[in-house]
């Protein structure tokens, strides 16, 4: 069963605006990541946040974490074509070898 | 540096027909490898990982196997395929450096379509 849960599915905005997808889970993490998955393509890591840490932040990706609410969420800010994908969190709960993904937010940005 | 490949990057097989995926990791030794199934516009399904030499966890009852023969080959099978068999087969390694190392490294991918 898919440990994250992304919102909204879908996500469709014009080029340098500002996109919000959010992710939730299920179970206690350690830490939770997010990855960015071109159409056809296998997919790239793009920012790890860790459970004591509250918001996180690297180029225009904004990453923010709420144990007590078990949710993320990832920003992206002066949006581009190129950022135009699929993103998905993931976690590893119980322990560290098994990750699982959430079912992923797909971003069209409209040049 | 690290590298990682699957092959073949696609694959149209019968029903009933097996089925052999295999991915080799390069520049790493003793990595967690993985196997994830994507079904179209669909997130990842996590179907294997692996720890070692022929230690293979499964997730998800199937008719789907795993192997890992070498410490950087890690090798999905069928003996039969099923049409719900199709998909995208991703497979990922994750190093040990530490607990510190979170991050997954994926493969290109390999496109199964069973008819």
């Known amino acids: 069963s898919q440990q994250g849960e992304e919102d909204p599915q879908a996500l469709s905005i014009q080029e340098g605006e500002n996109a919000t997808m959010n992710c939730s889970y299920k179970?206690?993490?350690?830490?939770l990541q997010w990855y960015r998955q071109n159409s056809g393509r296998g997919l790239v890591h793009l920012i790890l946040i860790r459970s004591n840490e509250r918001e996180k932040h690297s180029g225009r990706l904004r990453v923010t974490l709420d144990t007590s609410k078990k949710s993320s969420s990832l920003l992206i800010t002066a949006s581009r074509a190129a950022d135009t994908a699929s993103y998905f969190c993931?976690?590893?709960?119980?322990?560290?070898?098994?990750?699982?993904f959430g079912t992923g937010t797909k971003l069209q940005v409209i040049p | 540096s690290q590298t990682i490949h699957q092959w073949p990057a696609t694959l149209v097989q019968p029903v009933g027909s097996p089925l052999s995926l295999e991915c080799t990791v390069e520049g790493t030794s003793n990595p967690n490898l993985y196997w994830y199934r994507q079904a179209a516009g669909r997130g990842l399904q996590l179907l294997f990982y692996s720890i070692g030499i022929d230690q293979i966890s499964s997730e998800v009852p199937q008719n789907l196997s795993a192997s890992r023969p070498q410490d950087r080959q890690f090798i999905l099978s069928s003996k039969k395929l099923l049409l719900s068999d199709s998909g995208f087969y991703l497979c990922?390694?994750?190093?040990?450096?530490?607990?510190?190392?979170?991050?997954?490294?994926f493969g290109p991918g390999t496109r199964l379509t069973v008819t």
């Open positions: 993931a976690t590893a709960p119980g322990g560290y070898q098994k990750v699982t």
């Open positions: 990922a390694w994750r190093g040990k450096q530490g607990l510190q190392t979170y991050e997954q490294y």
């Open positions: 179970t206690s993490i350690n830490n």
